[in-house]
């Protein structure tokens, strides 16, 4: 699957943005998907995940409770809504897939998209 993210820009402390990912493939809705995010000199390090169908998802602990992960399969679509963002939020973002990922590292998801650049402002 090819994946596309979208939605990044520029807000303030405390204001909100949602993520896009789109996918091309008919095979989208066999595969668990999430957002990573990455800073300069940094690893990338792990938002959030979500199953095919929607039935589980899970948070990094810097996110639980701001951001929240969905995705409508007939759209090919997932999303990051994120709530009540903190100047740490500021990093680029990019989807991840995989039909059976064995943790939440980077390495055991092979499908990303581009980045997307968030930036929170103090």
């Known amino acids: 699957v090819q994946l596309q993210a979208s939605g990044g820009g520029s807000v303030q402390a405390g204001g909100s943005l949602r993520l896009s990912c789109a996918a091309s493939g008919p095979t989208f809705s066999s595969y668990a998907m999430s957002w990573f995010r990455q800073t300069p000199g940094k690893e990338r390090e792990f938002v959030a995940a979500i199953s095919w169908d929607s039935g589980s998802t899970f948070y990094a602990a810097s996110v639980k409770g701001r951001f929240t992960i969905s995705r409508d399969n007939a759209k090919n679509t997932v999303y990051l809504q994120m709530n009540s963002l903190k100047p740490e939020d500021t990093a680029v973002y990019y989807c991840?897939?995989?039909?059976?990922?064995?943790?939440?590292?980077?390495?055991?998801?092979?499908?990303w998209g581009q980045g997307t650049l968030v930036t929170v402002s103090s």
């Open positions: 991840a897939g995989d039909t059976n990922p064995t943790s939440y590292m980077s390495y055991a998801w092979h499908s």
